[in-house]
């Protein structure tokens, strides 16, 4: 009885260590991520960390990880609202809007701005930019912000990260945003 107790033990402990073992890596599997309303989604790392508590339900934020290494920001604009309450009626008036409105606004002044051609799957007219903050303080942050316009909305994006880890990721992150859907 003794050497099944023991073999019991050992079989518990490869068991423990094993779970332990598998939940340690990180999941990586594509998961989509929606925002509250439910009108769009992005498939994303399934290690990345979605914000719930964004501002309004046309909102998504997500995180690479708890530390905010490179984050997503997706704002969805729908067309009719925002040409009776706005005055926008194109894309290129929506991005004179959200450039000297958003978050992002301050970083306008503070960075190089490059024009970026750029396509996204389900979207009718893509603008891209890239920004490139000054190096002040040893840090430099870099942003791929791109206004784009479907049938029935307008969608500002924001991709952002310290330069390091930006220029290792953005292109994967750049596809992923390409792709985005607009659900029913």
Known sequence: MNIIKKIRICFLLVFIIG???GCSGEDTTPKEYSSASG???LTLPGNWVQDTGAS??????A????ERTMSISIQRYDKEIAKDTMGLD?????QIYYQTNAFIAGLYSLATVEEQEYTMTNMTKVMGEELTSDDSNGTVI???QVVAESENAYYACTITGEQEVYDKEI???KEALSALTEKS
């Open 19 to 21: 779970l332990a073992v």
């Open 142 to 144: 870099k942003a791929f």
């Open 63 to 66: 995180y690479s990880d708890e």
């Open 90 to 94: 194109s894309l290129e008036r929506f």
């Open 56 to 61: 309004n339900e046309d909102m998504l934020v």
């Open 39 to 41: 009108k769009y989604a």
């Open 171 to 173: 292109t994967a992150l």
